[in-house]
């Protein structure tokens, strides 16, 4: 005994299916106000300019800041790294407020010259 054979159903088209029809822009109609208001032999603007091309904006220059002096970021474990503490340490330090850092996402990023600043503070001279 054998089966018929099966057909796959048929799938509906969907009204908003992609790529069916361009999308057009409707037209806006011009109201007699806005055609009186402009003076006889005059074009009202398109928009479009000389040879078809768009108008462009002229925009003010802005004066570029000065350069900043490159600051390099270490990373926990490079920190631990430098003072030869564990990286609990380093943490305790930046939570403490003794060591300033910058969070960034999850993870805290230490400035090179606050843990050189850090170190120079916590020097003790034994005699």
Do not use: N
């Amino acid at each position: 005994m054998s089966l018929p054979p099966t057909r796959p159903a048929p799938v509906p088209a969907h009204q908003g299916a992609y790529a069916q029809r361009p999308y057009t822009r409707p037209a806006v109609p011009v109201s007699s106000v806005a055609a009186r208001s402009v003076p006889a032999g005059v074009r009202p603007y398109s928009g479009v300019g000389p040879m078809g091309q768009r108008p462009v904006a002229v925009r003010p220059v802005a004066e570029r800041p000065a350069p900043r002096p490159a600051v390099s970021f270490l990373t926990v474990a490079e920190v631990a790294g430098i003072m030869r503490v564990s990286k609990m340490t380093v943490y305790r330090l930046v939570h403490g407020g003794e060591l300033s850092a910058v969070r960034v996402g999850r993870s805290f990023r230490v400035p090179e010259p606050a843990v050189r600043e850090y170190l120079s503070e916590a020097r003790t001279d034994v005699a």
